[in-house]
């Protein structure tokens, strides 16, 4: 049972999704961290399409980047509705995680590509120290597009700001 909703005549408790929320900081602090995306988008026939992704935080912004033909960029540029997941944690009270749901813009020029696929391989491998590695990276990209994520609505929660009580 959730603790009493403060307001009007309930006094100064906070409710447990208050409580769990994570500020804007710890969000992007997290999702700098973590690795694993979930990424659901709209099959024609109206279901779903969730699949896991690689991405980077740019601007703030979640980005990954696949290939063109696959069936998410094939759904996004059709509908581009989306709703992103990133979550972790064994036990109820280590459970964190950050749900997002927007629009997805699908980046085909390859200038924007090359930034989204460079900041994905930075985050995972490292920052590029030469051209040769940024030149691979960019041959890894040349039959990809890249996806941007503008946000309308950020869910958190962070169950361990409970400490331990539920």
């Known amino acids: 049972c959730d603790p009493p909703r403060a307001g009007p005549g309930r006094g100064a408790d906070v409710s447990r999704r208050e409580q769990i929320r994570m500020t804007p900081e ?15 988008s709209i099959n024609a026939d109206g279901s779903p399409h969730l699949v896991t992704m690689w991405f980077a935080l740019m601007e703030g912004d979640i980005c990954f980047w696949t290939y063109g033909k696959s069936q998410k960029i094939v759904n996004l540029q059709r509908d581009p509705r989306v709703t992103v997941l990133c979550a972790d944690g064994a036990d109820y009270g280590e459970l964190r995680g950050v749900t997002i749901t927007g629009r997805a813009i699908v980046q085909e020029d390859r200038g924007p590509v090359h930034e989204i696929g460079e900041a994905v391989f930075e985050k995972y491998w490292g920052p590029i120290t030469d051209d040769a590695t940024r030149e691979g990276v960019h041959a ?11 946000p309308d609505k950020v869910v958190s929660w962070d169950h361990s700001k409970l400490g331990g009580g539920y």
Not at 26 to 40: F, H, N, P, R, W
Not at 140 to 150: E, N, Y
């Open 140 to 150: 890894m990209g040349a039959k990809r597009f890249g996806v941007r994520i503008t």
């Open 26 to 40: 710890e969000v992007e602090a997290y999702l700098t961290v973590e690795k694993d995306l979930q990424v659901a």
